[in-house]
């Protein structure tokens, strides 16, 4: 028998896969809820029970071997002694059961639990719960230490309202989005060779992960986009919106050296921006030049120094080690504290 209206087939084989694919999601839903709090009730009874409360190391090996052995022969895979430990150390770094968000998955959570700062545990979860990041998201995060490289950058203002003697709570603002250095290792750029319109274009290729690397709150606008001045055209490079500042961002790509003229031209094309682009709702546009290289002078004897909307950072084509990451925040910091020193010195 042949189908005379083949659309409407269509549209039914559709409306059929939307209604699968939706109960399974649910589904998929409800068996990760019920592993997470099923997880956390073991590690309950785990501390609670047969630890009697106590976290000694020598007391809770030997009970999780135990404990693993005669779980696995009554109820298979599953229960071995390190995912026992793991649901211990959930109880443990979670003991309030309301804490619990059912939103992430025991991968998430596992991933959370290698965290040992508790605030910045509590941080990554509340980020991974609000910007929906997958756990191979969290675990990139994590691993590049976001929350170190935002926290340095909200340092940075930190040591300046102090040597301002300011007592007042600081604003929301760029320096609490924006941070230094990014990491772009997912361009695939490792040959150095690379020119300023391949280095935009791998970014467009790989938008959905640099908009994660970029921050919370960011949409893409438009690449090259065109502002005019006079008879002359100026074209920057990328454009986004951060709805949560309620501004645009536009970045300017740099290879090699960050130069004085960079940051003059970004200058101009923030005032540009401002009057021929921003709606009368949207606060100042900010203006970021990413470069391969920083340059301490220009950072201190430019306006950068004391515009509020201009930004300079530092990108990496390459995933760099957790220790040298943590030299380059160590490093910026420092810088900054000299910088501020000196300024005083100067007054």
Not at 271 to 282: I, M, N, V
């Amino acid at each position: 028998m042949t189908e005379k209206n083949p659309s409407a087939l269509h549209s039914l084989v559709s409306a059929i896969a939307q209604q699968i694919e939706q109960a399974r999601g649910q589904v998929r839903q409800a068996v990760n809820t019920a592993m997470v709090q099923s997880y956390w009730e073991i590690g309950r009874l785990i501390v609670e029970h047969e630890q009697q409360g106590s976290s000694r190391a020598e007391y809770g090996k030997q009970q999780l071997q135990q404990l693993s052995h005669q779980l696995t022969e009554r109820l298979g895979k599953g229960f071995d002694v390190r995912n026992l430990r793991n649901m211990r150390q959930f109880y443990q770094s979670f003991p309030k059961r309301n804490a619990v968000r059912t939103e992430l998955s025991w991968t998430h959570y596992r991933t959370l639990l290698r965290i040992d700062n508790a605030q910045a545990r509590d941080w990554y979860l509340q980020e991974a719960i609000n910007q929906s990041w997958s756990a191979r998201a969290l675990e990139r995060q994590i691993g590049t230490l976001y929350y170190e490289r935002l926290l340095a950058s909200q340092d940075k203002t930190l040591v300046e309202q102090e040597a301002k003697d300011n007592t007042q709570p600081l604003a929301e603002t760029a320096k609490d989005y924006l941070r230094d250095p990014y990491i772009l290792d997912f361009l695939n750029l490792q040959d150095k060779t690379y020119q300023e319109s391949q280095l935009e274009q791998a970014i467009i290729s790989n938008l959905q992960q640099f908009l994660l690397e970029l921050g919370k709150g960011f949409a893409f606008v438009e690449r090259q986009q065109r502002i005019r001045f006079d008879d002359e055209d100026f074209y920057i490079d990328l454009v986004f919106y951060n709805f949560k500042l309620k501004c645009f961002l536009l970045v300017d790509l740099k290879l090699g050296k960050l130069k004085h003229q960079d940051i003059g031209q970004m200058d101009t094309y923030v005032r540009l921006y401002d009057e021929q682009r921003k709606g009368s709702d949207d606060n100042p546009t900010i203006g970021l030049v990413l470069c391969s290289e920083k340059s301490e002078a220009v950072v201190k004897y430019s306006v950068l120094a004391e515009q509020k909307q201009l930004f300079a950072a530092k990108y990496l084509p390459y995933l760099p080690s957790e220790a040298e990451l943590k030299r380059e925040l160590e490093r910026e910091r420092a810088q900054a504290v000299e910088q501020l020193q000196q300024e005083s010195e100067d007054e």
